[in-house]
């Protein structure tokens, strides 16, 4: 049996400790479990969407959150249908969003757009593979044209991106962080560390 539980009501987290055959005494598991339990709401603050135009960096992506001590926020119904609106039939519109990888630059643009824009979401990890349809460049140069024109609206938020492919998706990455925007060509750890690691600076600096 645990020996804690954690619960929330609203924006407020509460930790009960759960030994009372023990009078609540504080064990080496009890210790492990609040630590465990801290990391939780720290990362509960941080309301991280996923989005990605291939399923398996997806799962990649969310497996590094886990590994950085990022929550992936819960997909609220109306935004579920907001994204919907933007992906094809066959998509997954929950967290990550899977735009599937046929879909044009529109897509991108639209489903970034909307991540900057909505209130509920903090930060965005975006996942790339190099497709036909939508080239690596092409990639980036629509992602900083949406970040672009949200800074216009006084919208910013922490984004980084994950590009996989070719070598074309090098000079991609490179575009993308000659813009303010941390990306990193084949590799879905370094991009979710970085933000994991701009979180903990926040929180240290009690900006969060």
């Known amino acids: ?112 757009k909307l991540g900057l824009e909505d209130e509920r979401i903090h930060s965005l990890i975006l996942g790339y593979w190099h497709t036909i349809i939508t080239p690596p460049m092409v990639f980036a140069k629509v992602v900083v044209e949406a970040v672009e024109e949200m800074k216009a609206k006084g919208i910013a938020k922490p984004i980084v991106a994950s590009l996989a492919g070719d070598v074309e998706v090098e000079a991609a990455a490179e575009h993308l962080y000659q813009h303010g925007i941390p990306a990193y060509a084949y590799s879905t750890e370094i991009p979710v560390a970085v933000l994991g690691a701009k979180y903990k600076w926040a929180r240290g600096a009690g900006l969060l």
Do not use: H, W
């Open 1 to 112: 049996m645990p020996t804690l539980q954690l619960a929330y009501s609203g924006e407020i987290a509460t930790i009960t400790l759960n030994r009372p055959e023990k009078r609540n005494a504080i064990s080496a598991e009890m210790i492990v479990e609040l630590l465990a339990a801290f990391d939780e709401v720290e990362a509960g603050a941080a309301q991280v969407l996923i989005i990605t135009g291939a399923g398996g960096s997806g799962v990649l992506l969310s497996d590094a959150c886990v590994d950085n001590g990022l929550k992936l926020m819960a997909m609220p119904e109306d935004l579920d249908k907001a994204f919907r609106k933007f992906i094809p039939p066959f998509g997954a519109a929950g967290n990550p969003v899977d735009i599937t990888g046929g879909e044009p630059p529109t897509t991108y643009k639209n489903t970034i």
